[in-house]
């Protein structure tokens, strides 16, 4: 009987060994997928970041030159009205 606890102790020993050992590297191998996951987390938020910024850059630049065009035009409008005023015929008959 002595063999058969030696050999139960023994098994029941090696089961425990085994556990930690499939622990042990679980944790390390989910740590290790942990920081993976997270540097291309890291990785596709810089890009959606710069994408964005980017965007709205554009879409900044596109609405200051609607600005420029829009203001462009008003002072060709006021000057050509200037001069439309300034070369009327009533104008000229009242010099």
């Not at 900044?60 to 200037?82: C, G, K, P, V």
Request: net charge negative; proline share 1%; hydrophobic share 45%.
């Amino acid at each position: 009987m002595a063999k058969w606890l030696k050999a139960l102790v023994f098994c029941s020993a090696l089961q425990v060994l085994a556990s930690l050992g499939a622990i042990s590297y679980l944790e390390v191998h989910s740590s290790d997928m942990a920081r993976d996951y997270a540097l291309l987390a890291e990785q596709n938020a810089r890009a959606f970041t710069s994408a964005s910024v980017l965007d709205m850059y554009n879409q900044i630049q596109r609405e200051m030159q609607y600005d420029r065009i829009q203001t462009t035009s008003e002072i060709t409008r006021a000057i050509e009205l200037n001069n439309a005023r300034r070369d009327s015929p009533l104008l000229m008959e009242e010099k």
